[in-house]
């Protein structure tokens, strides 16, 4: 995982649609990096569901969010249209940025320990810095607590 204060490893992964993103694209905005493990199974969708119902209220804040897995293209598409997200789903099917992320590793699955992409979330200030990271425990509430962070720090820049 990485440390807050720490420079955020760049990345440039295409999205559900074929579109290139770039972390450096963000530059001057709030970034929010989000892994999960896998598309449309019960927990990814709701986190995806609740940064899709807050990211009106996210972009009120200049900050831009974008889902990472190792799904591919297709699989992310299908899942953006079942759910009308309408943020990027970045395609990472060789792991490097979910890797650079620290986002795999060790997790427990009904009482088993295994190796897989961990739910993680980075928020990337406007300067490309780690400003704070997030070890996933309710992904229904999620969004609401990176909102607020992000309202939280704003203010006191």
Same mark, same amino acid.
């Given at each position: 995982?990485?440390?807050?204060?720490?420079?955020?490893?760049?990345?440039?992964? %295409?999205?559900?649609?074929?579109?290139?993103?770039?972390? $450096?694209?963000?530059?001057?905005?709030?970034?929010?990096?989000?892994?999960?493990?896998?598309?449309?199974?019960?927990?990814?969708?709701?986190?995806?569901?609740?940064?899709?119902? *807050?990211?009106?209220? &996210? /972009?009120?804040?200049?900050?831009?969010?974008?889902?990472?897995?190792?799904?591919?293209? $297709?699989?992310?598409? *299908? &899942?953006?249209?079942?759910?009308?997200?309408? &943020?990027?789903?970045?395609?990472?099917?060789?792991?490097?940025?979910?890797?650079?992320?620290?986002?795999?590793?060790?997790?427990?699955?009904?009482?088993?320990?295994?190796?897989?992409?961990?739910?993680?979330?980075?928020?990337?200030?406007?300067?490309?810095?780690?400003?704070?990271?997030? /070890?996933?425990?309710?992904?229904?509430?999620?969004?609401? $607590?990176? %909102? *607020?962070?992000? $309202?939280?720090?704003?203010?006191?820049?």
């Amino acid at each position: 995982m990485l440390n807050v204060g720490q420079e955020a490893p760049g990345f440039a992964l %295409k999205d559900q649609a074929g579109v290139l993103r770039r972390l $450096e694209d963000s530059r001057g905005s709030w970034a929010v990096v989000y892994f999960y493990p896998k598309d449309d199974t019960p927990g990814c969708t709701k986190e995806a569901c609740s940064f899709r119902d *807050a990211l009106p209220r &996210f /972009q009120d804040l200049g900050a831009v969010v974008y889902g990472v897995s190792a799904d591919d293209g $297709e699989s992310h598409q *299908a &899942f953006a249209e079942k759910y009308s997200l309408n &943020f990027p789903l970045l395609v990472d099917s060789d792991m490097q940025v979910i890797n650079a992320y620290g986002a795999y590793g060790d997790k427990v699955i009904n009482d088993e320990v295994r190796q897989g992409i961990l739910r993680l979330t980075y928020l990337i200030d406007p300067m490309g810095r780690v400003a704070r990271v997030w /070890q996933v425990t309710d992904p229904e509430v999620h969004a609401e $607590e990176v %909102k *607020a962070t992000i $309202e939280a720090l704003a203010t006191s820049a």
